[in-house]
């Protein structure tokens, strides 16, 4: 939710949902003085390969309406959010924000994977689809990976 928050605010402040890329890495590096703009850089790339904002041209363009995200008093978020996850951490995710437990999600996916002999990517998809949650963005992903 973070990373959302983050990339969500400099657009709603400007109450667009296309900036230009460099007015963006101001807005998180200078206006706010949440990272480097080098760090700010690195935030585009993560939001884009998580489908929060595309590329057009030298613009991003935010893939979500950035005016329903909140941003509480004080927030600032954690240099965490600049680190690409992985298939399986994404896939993780869409499980356990469809209620499953995450610990009991993570050993169920690792039975999974014993059994069907296959990476624990394609094992957490395999875990989220016969559960009907849909990952199949995610999915050509993890076909790669096998």
Do not use: C
Not at 15 to 34: C, H
Not at 46 to 61: C, Q
Not at 128 to 145: K, L, P, Q, T, Y
């Amino acid at each position: 939710m973070s990373l959302r928050r983050a990339v969500a605010a400099p657009f709603a402040r400007d109450g667009s949902d296309r900036l230009g890329e460099s007015e963006f890495v101001v807005a998180l590096s200078l206006d706010r003085d949440w990272f480097s703009p080098d760090q700010a850089k690195r935030l585009v790339d993560v939001a884009a390969s998580e489908g929060l904002v595309e590329r057009d041209g030298d613009d991003l363009v935010v893939a979500f309406d950035p005016s329903e995200v909140s941003l509480p008093d004080g927030f600032a978020p954690d240099e965490s959010i600049l680190r690409e996850r992985s298939t399986f951490e994404r896939v993780l995710a869409a499980v356990v924000q469809h209620g499953e437990d995450k610990q009991s999600a993570v050993a169920a996916i690792n039975r999974l994977q014993d059994e069907l002999g296959v990476t624990l990517e394609a094992a957490a998809v395999v875990y989220a689809r016969r559960r009907g949650i849909d990952v199949a963005e995610f999915a050509e992903r993890a076909r790669g990976d096998l």
